[in-house]
């Protein structure tokens, strides 16, 4: 329940083997301050506490997501995109539709009326939507001219267009946050991901990012690497040499696992090891993939009562995933009536409630197992954790990177918590001046 991962010593665990075989044994004085962390780690829990607990996750994740003051919009500007990627919105590749004034103005009514006295966070999709940077620009400049508190934006763009002209506006619109995607070294992604003519793309992307990182941009930029089974060999030294070419400035790069021929695809048991790999190989962390992280809030917009997506034509729609598909609209802004197909959003919040699932109440990765994708959930594919299958390794990873933090404490003289103070510590979350970064 509380996601801790603890270190005991050789007399501390063989009292957890006498523990689990008979609780009583927490009455016989054996180190106190050990039996005051179990219970505060909620390890050792009194009869019918477990259901309390889920009882306050359940309500917290709830208050979270009914609760939700501030709205979160994606917003589509137009759903046409420059590159011809077979694993992108299929449905709606068609589509060049670019938002009309119209459409601007019924939209900016229903952000305000959405958003009340909260703050408003946008993240521009599409498509592509550098191809429609004057209505982001319009739509940017209108909100924070009629007073709405935009707090901050993240555009999700392929790169290709991202030239120093709209680099340049990038601050003044509140974008703070720019995802890029590549799909390997330059001869995979160009085989992957090429505009509509066939030419390639690695080159200008890359050359945009140069510009982007070495502009008064303020933000960070997240590289994202698609991965599959045709490339998950390429990943490592690609991120090494980019890493090396953005050393000092705010880039991260990661893997995801893309979604194409099924016969390509990682499934999760196949992602998870490949990502134990990453880290046994090349020591590299994946977020989230090495030690679950305790999901209280729920992890997607499509789970929080005000957050939306908007397509170019109004449409809106709980799940960015869902863009392009008319039966998964709720509603539109041109209408009266912005919101009008109510039963969705019940789906996709209260229908995939893992805490109402009898099923996932009784599974000992309830809370961590992050069973939230409502999409996945309503369609029954894959929604059990990796954790299931990895637990053990992943443990073990954790506890690596945790030696290794000790390690560089040790070398710097700095202070950090030894087994042999207590016989006990705890791993994760760690309460050391040295943070795992996980």
Known sequence: MSNCLLQVDEPHYRFLQQLEMEPSVADNGFDTSFISL????????????????????????????????????????????????????????????????????????????????????????????????????????????????????????????LDIKKIKALNDLKIN????????????????????????????????????????????????????KNNRECFPALREKLMKRYKGKKVTVYPARVKGEESSTLNTGEWAKYCLGLYEKYGIITKHMLYPKSNDTGLCIAHFTNSFVSGPSGELYKCWEDVGMREKTIGNVNSDEPLSNHELPVLYTVGTDQYANEECRKCCFLPICKNACPRKQLSKTETCTHFKQYIVQCMESTYDIFKTAETSCDLLNKPFETLENKGYRIIYPSDNEQKLLL
């Not at 449905?91 to 601007?104: K, L, P, Y």
């Not at 990012?209 to 599959?228: A, E, F, H, T």
């Open 177 to 228: 946050s720019i995802q890029i995607t590549l799909d390997g070294p330059k001869t995979v992604h160009d085989r992957r991901r090429k505009l509509h003519d066939g030419r390639p793309t690695f080159e200008k992307v890359l050359a945009n990012i140069d510009q982007l990182m070495s502009s008064s941009y303020k933000g960070k930029c997240d590289i994202r690497v698609n991965i599959d």
């Open 38 to 161: 179990l219970k505060a780690k909620h390890i050792l829990v009194e009869p019918g506490e477990n259901e309390k607990l889920l009882m306050f996750k359940q309500y917290k994740k709830n208050c979270n997501c009914y609760g939700q003051k501030d709205l979160s919009l994606t917003i589509c500007p137009t759903l046409a995109c420059n590159f011809d990627c077979s694993y992108c919105f299929e449905n709606s590749q068609h589509d060049t539709t670019v938002m009309s004034e119209e459409t601007i103005e019924n939209l900016l009514a229903f952000i305000r009326k959405k958003s009340g006295a909260g703050n408003i966070h946008i993240d521009w999709y599409g498509g592509e939507p550098t191809l429609a940077f004057d209505t982001v620009e319009l739509i940017s400049n209108k909100m924070l001219a009629k007073g709405m508190k935009l707090h901050d934006a993240q555009m999700t763009t392929n790169g290709f267009l």
